[in-house]
């Protein structure tokens, strides 16, 4: 990427359109953002109430001190660093110094990281998955009796469910089928104690994203996220039951699902001699992994339509991000078996060229697209905006017939180009969106959580403000709360105002579910450090 410039992948210019958004906001002094500005061409969506905040936090953060063209590769070299590091943790505790650091450099560069880095520019699922060996090895401690490792379990919990929904759910039942092998491994109820108790207690850490994000998705139309081609029935491994492009790309991923398996099958043979020296992590990593490569197969499907918000993971081989742990951990533990140290080099090496392949492989067929960036900004800057996204549309909706998409050719060219007017006014007779001509408007204020502007003149009227209607949205009119109507086909914002000089106010307020989600994140992280604290009391 230093040589090239950045990868455009599947999610790039979402991320990067976020990023951008929220380090905007920033700068106007919003430091927790829940509404998207610039999205849908300026009129805006609850992106940040739904995607996790972790990676557009941590990429505007990044894109606030670097230049943005730096900002992707930036995060993707920390994110898999972190990678290491959390894969480290959990491979130490069985494996020797210099086979637990195989098991990190293998975690970090594992074939679905780069089909990630390269292909998806799937930041968040990346971040996500860059812990997911640190809530195994907590799990693991947590279940075997150790309480002092149920406050990192909670706290790691949380960090995925602020980095990925999908990976999160993932996340999810993968402790749940952890929390079970390990109560049969230990013939005990004690694991389920603590492993519960640690998985609540992050839920409850994560609660200002997850409750509001559960209890508004009836105000957006949130099923588009597993809509037609993005059904995990036409995501399966080598489908074809999906559009060409769907079907190429999802290929690649399952001959990286097949390099994955084979390998992690090869490692369990060997390995097997040494499962009393890591009895809990090798029953549960292989348990794992065949459960992963069972949900990737078309037979799985039942489970996906029954099993509670697995649907909405999408892709089934998104189950490579539990793979890659099993794959990094018993690869290594079998090459630490090998007695012949060249033999134990040898096979190191060979693993790794062949990664080093896949990923040139990848790194070739990448779309290298540097402009990506520098359109965005553009776009933003201008005040144009970008294109939102189908399934954070309020319900009613239909983000093609918003105004000011520079693409859409029914319209002239020089309107089409143009941001649409922060104002416009309502024509009673013909019912579309005109200039507010007429009318004296003043905005005093024009921020992402609020408009505030005057409007002056000798009619009523009816403005049309450039903004979609969403339950969070408070309107007043010369400082009481004023009714408002929409638009049916777009539920852009319109506030009739009388005749004479009016003040406006439309900002974004606190709704109760976020009030509810926040308090219980603060009550959640008073219990893990009270709980910590007594501990470390308690302790010789």
Not at 312 to 331: C, E, K, M, N, T
Request: charge should be neutral; charged fraction near 15%.
């Amino acid at each position: 990427m230093i040589l090239l410039g950045n990868v455009s992948g599947h999610d790039f210019r979402f991320h990067i359109e976020s990023w951008m958004d929220v380090a905007g906001q920033w700068r106007e002094g919003i430091l927790f953002p829940r509404w998207a500005e610039w999205a849908n061409w300026g009129f805006g969506e609850p992106r940040f109430v739904f995607y996790p905040s972790l990676s557009w936090l941590a990429g505007a953060a990044i894109g606030s001190v670097l230049p943005w063209r730096m900002a992707p590769a930036v995060f993707i070299w920390l994110t898999l660093i972190l990678a290491g590091m959390s894969m480290w943790r959990l491979a130490r505790d069985w494996l020797s110094r210099p086979y637990a650091t195989v098991a990190a450099v293998l975690y970090a560069v594992n074939p679905y990281h780069l089909v990630i880095v390269y292909y998806r520019s799937a930041f968040g699922e990346l971040l996500a998955a860059a812990l997911l060996p640190l809530l195994i090895w907590a799990a693991l401690r947590a279940t075997s009796g150790e309480w002092r490792r149920v406050p990192p379990l909670a706290l790691t919990f949380a960090g995925i469910w602020l980095s990925n929904a999908p990976a999160a759910v993932i996340a999810t039942y993968s402790l749940a089928f952890l929390i079970a092998i390990v109560c049969a491994l230990r013939r005990s109820f004690w694991p389920f104690v603590q492993g519960a108790t640690g998985v609540m207690a992050g839920f409850a850490l994560a609660a200002f994203y997850v409750v509001p994000a559960a209890w508004e998705q009836k105000w957006i139309q949130i099923s588009q996220v597993v809509s037609d081609d993005l059904r995990p029935s036409a995501n399966f491994v080598f489908t074809r039951a999906n559009d060409p492009d769907f079907v190429a790309f999802n290929w690649k991923v399952s001959w990286v699902a097949v390099g994955l398996i084979a390998l992690t099958a090869i490692a369990v043979l060997p390995t097997w001699r040494k499962r009393r020296e890591i009895h809990t992590p090798w029953w549960t990593l292989s348990i794992l992994a065949a459960i992963s490569v069972a949900l990737m197969l078309p037979p799985s499907l039942p489970l996906w339509r029954l099993l509670p918000r697995l649907w909405f993971i999408q892709f089934p081989w998104r189950w490579l991000d539990v793979l890659g742990v099993a794959f990094a951990f018993l690869v290594s533990a079998a090459i630490a078996g090998l007695r012949n140290r060249v033999a134990s080099w040898s096979v190191i090496a060979l693993i790794f060229v062949a990664i080093g392949l896949a990923g040139a492989f990848m790194a070739r067929n990448a779309n290298w697209d540097s402009s990506d960036i520098s359109d965005v900004a553009a776009s933003i800057n201008s005040g144009r905006g970008y294109e939102g996204t189908d399934e954070y549309a309020p319900t009613g909706c239909d983000r093609d017939q918003l105004p000011g998409n520079p693409d859409d050719e029914e319209r002239p060219t020089d309107v089409s180009r143009d941001p649409a007017p922060r104002i416009a006014k309502l024509d009673p007779e013909s019912g579309d969106i005109v200039p507010a001509a007429g009318a004296r408007i003043h905005v005093q204020a024009w921020t992402s959580e609020r408009r505030n502007f005057t409007a002056d003149s000798a009619d009523a009227l009816i403005l049309a403000v450039r903004l979609v209607n969403y339950p969070a949205w408070r309107v007043e009119v010369n400082g009481r709360d004023a009714e408002f109507g929409t638009r049916p086909e777009t539920q852009q914002i319109l506030v009739p105002v009388p005749a004479g000089s009016n003040r406006v106010d439309v900002h974004l307020r606190h709704t109760k579910d976020r009030i509810v989600g926040g308090s219980m994140s603060l009550v959640s992280l008073l219990f893990i450090l009270g709980f910590r604290f007594s501990l470390e009391r308690k302790a010789p």
